[in-house]
């Protein structure tokens, strides 16, 4: 085979190659001419068949949505022959038609038995408590209140625990001594009255402790301990105003305080600007008054 007729077996291949890509291309096009032709099926019709679909699928006639509970149960299941359902359909058909005055719904709403004014049994509480305030629990516990603001504010930026302490010890002298705010002793409020006192009393002595950690033991050292037992009885007659009676200080710690009465004193007038409408009676209290209080207590108990 000469060059000659390789060159023209190597054309002929060329141009059979070339035919065939073009024949391949005319093919795909006619298949693309087709698809355009068919008119596109839009989303909203997609849409619709399906809503038409579902809508025949399980929809309840008007018939069955008034079944009774009786005739639901007698429905048969589709693996029940046909005989069965055709004369079941016609029994329930006719049962319809004759009761279709007195149908019943299959759900009924059950009534709310709850009564709508009914609070919650601690808000109750705090009510019934707010009621029975007498007029001197609720200027008592108004002055106290204010007491705990004005220590909250002086609290913040406060370097000297020297007022602080005398806000304390007037309020141990309204609690244990007799002491009053305007005009008005700890024993003449009603228990509500004095456990809500005792409340506020707890909060401001922790609130100063807070902030000057061991304050009462820093007053006297002959008081600490009559001090830190008064702090607990506040604590526990606020949580039960049973739990507390100023009795439970005991002769000695109650003593205490009144033997250091002249350095006490002067930490009150430091707390003069909070405690005016205080009066102090701790200062009156002399050894003999105590012991005959305190053998009245003996004897009663």
Request: hydrophobic residues 30%.
């Amino acid at each position: 085979m000469n060059s000659n007729q390789k060159k023209e077996i190597i054309i002929y291949s060329i141009l059979v190659f070339i035919g065939l890509i073009t024949v391949g291309i005319i093919i795909y096009h006619d298949h693309e001419m087709l698809k355009e032709e068919q008119p596109p099926v839009s989303e909203t019709e997609e849409t619709s068949a399906a809503e038409e679909n579902d809508a025949n699928v399980n929809v309840p006639t008007e018939e069955n949505s008034t079944l009774t509970d009786d005739e639901i149960i007698s429905k048969p299941t589709e693996n029940e022959p046909a005989n069965n359902n055709s004369s079941n359909n016609s029994t329930t058909t006719n049962n319809n038609n004759n009761s279709s005055n007195n149908t019943k719904p299959s759900e009924e709403v059950k009534p709310n038995n709850s009564n709508p004014t009914e609070t919650p049994t601690s808000t109750n509480n705090n009510n019934n408590n707010e009621n029975n305030l007498s007029s001197k629990d609720q200027k008592v516990i108004e002055e106290v209140e204010n007491l705990e603001h004005n220590v909250d504010t002086l609290l913040t930026n406060s370097k000297d625990d020297k007022t602080f302490k005398g806000v304390f010890i007037s309020l141990v002298d309204f609690l244990f001594y007799d002491g009053k705010i305007k005009g008005i002793t700890f024993a003449e409020l009603t228990d509500q009255g004095k456990q809500k006192v005792l409340s506020i009393v707890a909060r401001i002595d922790a609130k100063i402790e807070a902030k000057f950690p061991g304050y009462k033991e820093k007053i006297s050292s002959k008081t600490s301990a009559a001090f830190n037992k008064i702090s607990e009885l506040i604590k526990k007659g606020a949580a039960n105003i049973n739990d507390f009676t100023k009795e439970k200080l005991g002769e000695t710690d109650y003593q205490a305080l009144i033997d250091e009465k002249d350095e006490l004193v002067l930490y009150t007038k430091n707390a003069f600007s909070l405690v005016k409408n205080f009066s102090t009676n701790l200062w009156n209290k002399t050894t003999t008054k105590l012991k005959e209080w305190y053998e009245k207590y003996r004897e009663s108990n």
